[in-house]
């Protein structure tokens, strides 16, 4: 047995309580500003769109709810609590690191 920290576990979705979605702010927005298209995006176009899903996320009561729901996770897509998926991945490998 190991004296590091055993890994984290990746939750399945169903596993996990989702009632702070229902006080989310972006409940009801338009699902494309937090997500990216199927077509490749040009930089300053997705920049346009995180930005605008971002000042939703950050009016916000439930952000960190939202945030731990796609680390615990590991959601590949969109930005949850305010960040993308590129933040998210650093998030966690700094915890792991």
């Not at 930005?51 to 729901?69: M, P, Q």
Request: net charge positive; aromatic share 8%; proline share 4%.
């Amino acid at each position: 047995m190991s004296d590091s920290a055993p890994e984290e576990r990746i939750r399945a979705p169903w596993e996990l309580q989702e009632g702070w979605q229902h006080l989310a702010r972006c409940r009801g927005s338009d699902a494309s500003l937090f997500f990216s298209p199927t077509y490749l995006e040009k930089r300053d176009v997705r920049a346009d769109r995180e930005a605008k899903a971002r000042a939703i996320c950050a009016e916000c009561a439930v952000k960190r709810d939202c945030l731990d729901f796609a680390l615990s996770t590991r959601e590949p897509h969109g930005i949850w609590g305010g960040f993308n998926e590129i933040e998210r991945r650093a998030i966690l490998a700094r915890r792991v690191g």
